[in-house]
């Protein structure tokens, strides 16, 4: 069975920081794009971030740069989503996703996306 499933969710106070994971299961992430998507109640989902795992370059939507950075370890076949300086706009339920291929790009359309997560929760509040 292939999926990914993510960790590293919980509560932090404004300010703090944690660490998702993402791990593939039955397949290997490397040579695809992995996504991180966040929804948050009563909102539609939003990519947030993407890295090209052959490339390791990334994209981050607007809101998160300069607070989250995406990292990859191949040997553990599992890819990292850093968030600094949380703020309570960032609570919301993380999800990671993969693509079957590698877009020079990665992209941040979740329908480019093929293998989901169920989801972690990230909840930000003082």
């Known amino acids: 069975q292939l999926y990914v499933a993510e960790s590293g969710g919980g509560s932090v106070q404004p300010g703090g920081s944690l660490r998702l994971s993402c791990t593939g299961s039955g397949f290997t992430l490397n040579h695809r794009n992995i996504a991180w998507f966040r929804q948050a109640p009563g909102k539609e989902r939003e990519g947030v971030g993407c890295?090209?795992?052959?490339?390791?370059?990334?994209e981050y939507v607007n809101s998160v740069k300069g607070r989250f950075t995406i990292s990859t370890d191949n040997t553990k076949n599992t890819i990292y989503l850093q968030m600094n300086s949380l703020k309570p706009e960032d609570s919301a339920v993380y999800y990671c996703a993969a693509m079957n291929l590698v877009f020079r790009r990665c992209p941040l359309s979740e329908r480019d996306y093929v293998s989901w997560g169920q989801g972690t929760q990230v909840t930000v509040s003082a």
């Open positions: 890295i090209n795992n052959e490339r390791g370059t990334t």
